[in-house]
């Protein structure tokens, strides 16, 4: 047991003294945006089982996930998949050519700005899709 913990004390004492800049962001960006995707695998891999075990609750999950506050969290999802993926790419990088180290501030701010220019469209459709159902919220038809 102190061998599972003593890890994870050491990273959590590191995250909160550490006062770095982009980097910290990215760790933090990259380890938080991990988490909320293996929440969601979770929950996806229990509810799908439903289907089989308990038809009744796969479908009440349905309707739930069909609700804003959960159109919401995947929207969450998605700019945490495709932050992960991306930062994932440039630590591989990094790890690959040791000698792009010295560029890590301007590689970090590239993947913020590269997440950012994916996202917004995606952003756009699926927050046009979320207030399309919200309720009172009437939006013209186009």
Do not use: C
């Not at 969601?40 to 509810?47: L, S, T």
């Not at 046009?128 to 009437?138: K, N, T, V």
């Amino acid at each position: 047991m102190q061998n599972v913990v003593k890890p994870f004390v050491s990273t959590v004492r590191g995250a909160l003294t550490y006062r770095g800049r982009e980097g910290q962001l990215a760790w933090f960006g990259h380890r938080l945006a991990g988490l909320g995707t293996l929440l969601f695998f979770i929950i996806h891999v229990i509810d799908t089982s439903w289907v089989f075990f308990w038809p009744e609750g796969y479908m009440h999950a349905i309707a739930l996930y069909k609700t804003p506050a959960f159109l919401i969290g995947e929207l969450m999802l998605g700019l945490a998949v495709l932050y992960h993926g991306l930062n994932g790419l440039r630590i591989t990088l990094m790890d690959w050519r040791p000698s792009l180290w010295k560029y890590q501030r301007q590689m970090t701010w590239g993947t913020f700005g590269l997440t950012a220019l994916i996202y917004a469209p995606v952003f756009v459709i699926m927050m046009g899709h979320i207030l399309q159902i919200w309720p009172g919220i009437e939006i013209a038809a186009r």
